[in-house]
């Protein structure tokens, strides 16, 4: 067991060295960091003599570890298009996008997760059948899409819930918070439910996918023929075993309710690091970019970390067998 | 429908009919079956795969899976008709007066819960007894199915137990309630050979001891050889011949029935060759008209074609062919080859 | 059992099939493909179809901006049907234009992405030892990021590497390459997996022996085997390929507004959104929303069709 964890730990820094080396690259020969730092009338000699202060005429190794210890310091540069440091610029913008994600997540498996349950242990009652299509609809429709149709229903035409930005927020330390004020509050709905929709429908279909073949099983057959109830088949044994794979891709989902707060903060005018982004990636504002890709790759790689233990703790085939074995049947 | 005791039968199918509606139309699995069980008794369902026996099986625990549907008959046990009782009536039978045991065990046993747990939670499903009777019952349970070290092997998890071990374990569970008939569908086909016959003896005893009936199904006749009391064996849906084990293997009256027999080997017995029944049992989708058997029948005649035969006397047991009636089979037909 | 007189022709067997069967007793999914094949052919035939050329300056007259959907107010006209954006461009028209590159973008990444899933996918399997190790590790880094995020990030990279007007006239190829490069890991890991099966089978061994290309062999023998999850994979990939273009597009870093797909339309659309004129993103919306589902109950229904389990 312990191996098994020094070794995903072992993998989770290769795969960050890798973003790093992504994030580095981008940082250093995309577009030339001197130009977009400079003014016009700045000489040649000037700019070589930033050139090197900068340490950008060091071996290209030199450069990448300077770059890994300057990120692991919190030090991203500055960005091209502000001038201001790019760590403090990621910081005033992450409280946002957290508890916007965190909003859409509940949001999502707490409508997502029973509805899948439901729809799996009846489905061909209509209810079930009537979720499927509306799920269908769910995975169909673009984030921004159904971003837009929101604020046309209920801020445009019914004026009940604002149309963009994060309304009144409160300040707690270096954070900053929406859950305790009512514009805050209400500012969050209308974007928590466009983020969380397409992950509620991915939840719905999997839990909903998972149960039907559970269901199937030879060990429910056999529980079954021993006459247990049907409740302690359908809580007790289907959902339990259900919950074992869902486990996995619900957390990974949730990491990538973070990357897809991108479009939601874009649509909503929320002042997070989604639409940091955004702005970086149509400036060309690379440092922003590549720390961007750093914290995106960093908060992939705990989520996945974390997905990981907790399948050991919840399969016991795992445990005995040290993890080698990723037990696909059921 | 006489049966070695005198006592009223245990289980009772009349005519059962199971089918299966497809874009195709209706397939007949399962074609007028009829059988009884006797309280204590092991029968034997013998016949080769697709033949209607794990439906057959599946049919008397409620538990065909849909489409599959019983059509037509009836299916009593201690008198009482079970086919036509609605969910939660047969829930209740399941498990605690009907038992069954499936043929793969790794997969019959939820591997996320110990085997302590599925154990006594069965118990208390249909017995009411608190946590720490159940967790003795279920321990005295796994020491009869014969579980060396059952105090700490109640705490594991299914995967951790052999093969062998672990149909000892769903021997258990489907003995947990006491229930007076016991469904084995393919008990030991998933299972080693060399342990086959631990579990075979091992469920013979049990049963011998609980006084449960048994109705084994399998394609292994050598199993029900060694098993059975009386032995059913079902071809294309119906039953071609249903008698005492004995008489059934060492003088089967029934064509197919010794073509099956005269194919097994056997040792310490000089064999110029082993019998083969030319062609294949039909699809269901082709079942012949009159007898189902009857184009690969070495002694079939023109009634053959045409009249279906029911089971009739032939000695001790009871056959499905016009060989066995007053009237015969009529005029014999040349027999040409069979292609397969 | 005697042999048939002739094997039925294929569109026997196709027509007797149970894909066609379980296509044909699913309304939704003959709905779904009508839908679809409609789409596609009037966004194809647009140049012909099409009552305006919307994106040609020379015909647009700044007097026709931002009328209201005929059927929706006495201000509309009939030769604008569904209205006009500010700059006087027909909605219906710029719906038809932005339709086909949508279309075309989707289609286009899916093969890319295929195209490359697959190569390496063979290649993974087959050659094995490092250059297999490589491309997995480089796959499941890739994997731990959502696509969307990949096809952005390769669009950043390639804004900064050429000038703004450059970029807007190499958009689609942008476009497509960002989003093939973000989906192919998927068709790449099943490839692989298939030819690693293949590998070990006595055919190869023996083809090797006789001098046959192995490759070759194998290649015969592994693609026919991952049609079908290769196809699953693809039907699912068109409709999220659609998508992303179209939040690419919306986000300004997609397809410019001189050569709008429907995700543009939505974004310049919803510029005027605030005023009331919802027409201009409503109707490229809907159109977007009807193709993505009609596809996707195209996927559902073809995954079904080929699950060999629920047969």
Redesign the interface.
Same mark, same amino acid.
């Given at each position: 067991m312990i191996a098994f964890i020094l070794r995903r730990l072992l993998q989770s820094v290769?795969?960050l060295l890798?973003?790093g080396l992504v994030a580095f690259s981008?940082f250093r020969y995309?577009?030339d960091p001197i130009n977009a730092m400079v003014g016009q009338d700045t000489t040649m000699e000037e700019r070589a003599q930033l050139r090197d202060k900068l340490g950008l005429n060091d071996p290209a190794p030199v450069q990448f570890f300077h770059f890994i210890a300057n990120a692991a310091r919190g030090n991203f540069g500055l960005s091209y298009r502000t001038s201001e440091p790019v760590a403090r610029m990621i910081v005033e913008r992450v409280p946002a996008t957290l508890e916007l994600s965190l909003c859409a997540a509940l949001f999502a498996l707490g409508v997502g997760l029973p509805m899948g349950v439901y729809t799996g242990l009846y489905p061909k009652h209509w209810t079930a059948r009537l979720f499927q299509a509306v799920s269908?609809?769910g995975?169909?429709?673009?984030?921004?899409?159904i971003g837009?149709?929101l604020?046309?229903v209920f801020a445009?035409t019914l004026h009940w819930l604002p149309?963009f930005g994060r309304g009144q927020t409160v300040q707690i330390g270096w954070w900053t918070t929406n859950f305790l004020t009512i514009s805050g509050l209400k500012a969050l709905i209308l974007p928590s439910i466009t983020l969380g929709l397409f992950q509620l429908t991915l939840i719905m279909r999997l839990v909903r996918s998972e149960m039907l073949e559970v269901m199937r099983t030879d060990y429910i057959k056999f529980a079954r023929a021993r006459g247990l109830t049907n409740r302690a088949i359908n809580f007790g044994h289907a959902l339990k075993n259900t919950l074992v794979p869902v486990i996995t891709v619900t957390g990974l989902q949730l990491?990538?309710l973070i990357?897809?707060a991108?479009?939601t903060e874009?649509?909503f005018a929320w002042p997070g690091v989604g639409q940091l982004?955004?702005q970086?990636?149509?400036f060309?504002d690379?440092p922003v970019?590549a720390a961007y890709?750093l914290l995106?790759?960093l908060l992939?790689?705990l989520i996945?970390l974390t997905v990981d233990l907790l399948y050991f703790v919840v399969d016991p085939r795992l445990r005995s067998q040290g993890g080698t074995a990723r037990v696909g049947g059921h | 429908m006489a049966n070695a005791s005198n006592n009223p039968p245990l289980l009772e199918v009349r005519n059962l009919r199971v089918e299966f509606p497809t874009?195709r139309g209706t397939l007949l699995a399962v074609d007028d079956v009829s059988f009884d069980i006797a309280p204590g008794e092991v029968l034997g369902v013998v016949g080769e795969s697709g033949a209607g026996k794990s439906l057959t099986g599946n049919a008397i625990i409620g538990l065909l899976e849909p489409p599959g549907r019983i059509a037509a008959g009836e299916i009593r046990l201690e008198g009482r008709r079970i086919d036509n009782l609605p969910y939660e009536e047969m829930r209740k039978i399941r498990g605690a007066r009907i038992g069954a045991i499936f043929q793969d065990p790794l997969t019959s046993l939820n591997p996320l819960y110990t085997v302590g747990r599925q154990l006594v939670e069965t118990i208390q499903t249909h017995l009411p007894l608190g946590a720490a009777e159940a967790r003795t019952r279920a321990l005295d349970l796994l020491k009869e199915v014969g579980i060396p070290g059952a105090e700490a092997r109640i705490d594991h998890y299914p995967h951790q137990f052999s093969g062998g071990m672990r149909q000892r374990v769903v021997i258990a569970l489907a003995l947990c309630a006491s229930p007076r008939l016991i469904v084995a569908d393919e008990p030991t086909t998933a299972l080693d050979v060399s342990i086959q016959a631990q579990i075979i003896a091992l469920l013979k005893k049990l049963c011998r001891e609980h006084g449960t009936a048994v109705m084994l199904v399998t394609h292994d006749m050598g199993v029900i050889a060694e098993t059975a009391d009386r032995v059913a064996v079902m071809y294309a849906g119906r039953i071609a011949e249903i008698g005492p084990v004995r008489d059934v293997v060492k003088d089967a009256k029934h064509p197919y029935t010794k073509g099956l027999m005269g194919s097994i080997p056997s040792l310490g017995v000089r064999q110029e060759r082993l019998t083969q029944i030319d062609g294949a049992m039909p699809r269901l989708t082709e079942i012949p008209r009159g007898c189902a058997f009857n184009p690969r029948c070495t002694r079939r005649g023109q009634r053959c074609l045409v009249e279906r035969p029911e089971l009739m006397a032939a000695g001790a047991s009871r056959a499905a062919c016009w060989l066995h009636d007053k009237g015969g089979v009529g005029a014999p037909i040349e027999r040409e080859r069979v292609?397969? | 059992?005697a042999t048939s007189a002739t094997q039925p022709g294929w569109w026997h067997r196709v027509a007797d099939s149970d894909v066609w069967?379980s296509f044909r007793?699913s309304p939704m999914t003959v709905a779904a493909a009508v839908v679809t094949i409609l789409i596609i052919v009037v966004a194809f035939l647009s140049p012909v179809l099409a009552p305006h050329t919307p994106f040609d300056p020379a015909s647009l007259s700044l007097t026709d901006g931002l009328k209201p959907p005929v059927f929706f107010s006495s201000e509309g006209e009939w030769t604008f049907p569904l209205g006009t954006d500010d700059q006087g461009r027909d909605v219906l028209s710029s719906i038809m234009y932005g339709t086909r590159l949508s279309l075309v973008v989707g289609f286009a990444s899916v093969a890319v992405a295929m195209t490359l899933g697959i190569g390496l996918g063979l290649v993974s399997g087959y050659v094995g030892g490092t250059v297999d190790a490589v491309i997995m590790?480089i796959a499941?880094?890739q994997l731990?990021?959502?696509a969307? #995020?990949v096809a952005? #990030?390769i669009?950043?990279?390639v804004?900064?590497?050429i000038s703004v007007q450059r970029h807007d006239e190499i958009a689609l190829f942008v476009i497509v390459g960002a989003i093939g490069l973000s989906f192919w890991v998927q068709y790449a890991r099943t490839v692989r997996g298939s030819v690693l099966v293949e590998k070990n089978k006595e055919y190869v061994q023996a083809a090797r022996v006789i001098g046959l290309s192995p490759v070759l062999i194998m290649v015969r023998h592994v693609l026919p085997n991952v049609t079908g999850p290769v196809l699953v994979i693809a039907t699912i990939n068109l /409709?999220l390929a659609i998508?992303t273009e $179209?939040?690419l597009s919306?986000? /300004?870093?997609g397809l410019p507004s001189t050569q709008p797909s429907l995700?543009t339309l939505?974004r310049l659309g919803?510029e005027v959104?605030?005023s009331?004129d919802?027409w201009i993103? *409503?109707f490229p919306?809907a159109t977007? $929303?009807a193709l993505?589902?009609a *596809?996707?109950?195209l996927g559902?229904w073809l995954r079904d069709a080929l699950n060999p389990k629920l047969r």
């Open positions: 290769a795969v890798a973003v981008l995309v577009g269908l609809i995975i169909s429709l673009p984030t921004f899409l837009i149709l604020i046309l445009v149309s990491g990538s990357a897809f991108i479009v874009t649509v982004f955004i970086s990636v149509q060309s690379i970019m890709l995106i790759g992939f790689v996945n | 874009r292609d397969a | 059992m069967w007793s590790r499941d880094v731990t990021f959502p969307i #995020l952005l #990030l669009d950043g990279i804004r900064g590497l /409709g998508i $179209a939040t919306f986000l /300004g870093v995700g939505i919803n959104l605030q009331g919802w993103t *409503v919306g977007l $929303a993505v589902l *596809v996707n109950l559902d």
